[in-house]
């Protein structure tokens, strides 16, 4: 009896073991832990609306961190601290760039080369500003703009806003090209005397019509007189309704100045979008036609309620390997009944 129940607790510690091992390992690779040494450097965003602590720092589409800690700056800025692999190289000029992950909405932070020439950076120290970008949001564009990228094609849309900023700094080149159109409108009067000719003859005909009309003509002047008379008694009325309109126009320029530096940086920012949309179109196109057809999916996912129901087709888990290079295991698999591929 005593072997028994040795030989029971050594497979009982065996088999605890085992499933202990397989716990980690889930809890490894579904939280995503990484144990290598790494560096933590800093970020500073404008705006990091969508990122959130523990999301994937990435180069060139590989996972070499983490986001540590989101925090708000005394200047309103917003500092995002990050981890990455020893073997990461940040210098000076480098970027960091916040991108979409999913249809959903998760974003990752993205780092980009700078300069070859530039001052490496030193663990601990920080991205400027001036060398990092928010994500896009997609939402307010395909909610705000959808109409209008239907009506016009990227070079109309590069076009406009182009056009918009120049004109509101108040460049040289706009103005010429207004002086331009001016000089062609009036060299197209000049191609058209015998027309203009014929207009101011037909003036003539026309004044000596009325000189037959003289006595018609002197009643119409009488009321006029009148009229004017009538105006005059009520000067005070009329200077109140100048002055106020006056008051009224001060208070609209002033209105315009005040927006005119926020129209200029939404123009700024459109023109901004629409580059970025233009140098990547196919992937917007497929995405503005494939969005209701992702979306319809999952709102039949909910239909039982605020929840999703999945039918396991395929487990496999993705792991680091060396490198930083993804390895897939597989873990179940079912390729009949339901899960028939179609």
């Known amino acids: ?33 990484r144990f290598q040494p790494a560096d ?48 990461v190289v940040l210098t000076d000029g480098s970027r960091a760039v916040i991108r979409y992950d999913d249809l959903i909405g998760k974003r990752y932070l993205a780092l980009l080369e700078g300069a070859p020439s530039a001052r490496r950076l030193s663990p601990g120290q920080t991205i400027a500003i001036a060398h990092t970008a928010p994500a896009l949001d997609l939402d307010a564009l395909i909610g705000g703009f959808r109409p209008l990228f239907r009506a016009l094609n990227a070079d ?19 103005i010429g090209s ?10 197209t009067l000049a191609d058209r005397d015998r027309l203009i000719g ?3 003859t037909n003036l003539n005909t026309s004044l000596g019509s009325l000189a037959g009309e003289s ?16 105006l005059a008694g009520h000067k005070s009325e009329i200077a109140n309704s100048v002055a106020y309109a006056d008051t009224s126009a001060a208070v609209v320029a002033d209105l315009l100045r005040q927006a005119s530096a926020p129209f200029a940086g939404t123009v700024h920012q459109t023109d901004r979008v629409a580059a970025l949309i233009a140098a990547d179109r196919e992937y917007f196109d497929d995405l503005l036609n494939t969005l209701p057809d992702a979306y319809q999916a999952l709102s039949r996912q909910g239909i039982y309620g605020d929840f999703f129901s999945f039918y396991l087709c395929e487990l496999v888990l ?25």
């Open 1 to 33: 009896m005593r072997d028994h129940l040795g030989g029971a607790v050594w497979r009982l510690a065996l088999f605890t073991a085992v499933c202990l091992a397989v716990i980690f390992a889930l809890v490894a690779v579904f939280a995503q832990l």
């Open 40 to 87: 933590s450097y800093t970020a500073e965003f404008s705006n990091v609306s969508g990122l959130e602590e523990g999301n994937f720092v990435r180069i060139a589409g590989v996972e070499v961190g983490k986001v540590r800690k989101i925090s708000i700056n005394p200047d309103s800025t917003v500092a995002v601290k990050f981890s990455t692999d020893k073997s």
């Open 156 to 174: 109309q849309m590069n076009a406009l806003t182009g056009q918009l900023i120049r004109a509101l700094q108040g460049e040289g080149p706009t």
């Open 178 to 187: 207004f002086l331009t159109q001016t000089a062609t409108l009036t060299n």
């Open 198 to 200: 014929q207009v101011i």
């Open 215 to 230: 006595k018609h003509l002197d009643a119409a002047i009488d009321a006029l007189s009148q009229t004017m008379h009538i």
């Open 318 to 342: 993705k792991v680091n390997g060396k490198g930083g290079q993804p390895v897939y295991i597989r873990l179940a698999n079912q390729p009949s009944g339901r899960c028939t591929p179609k």
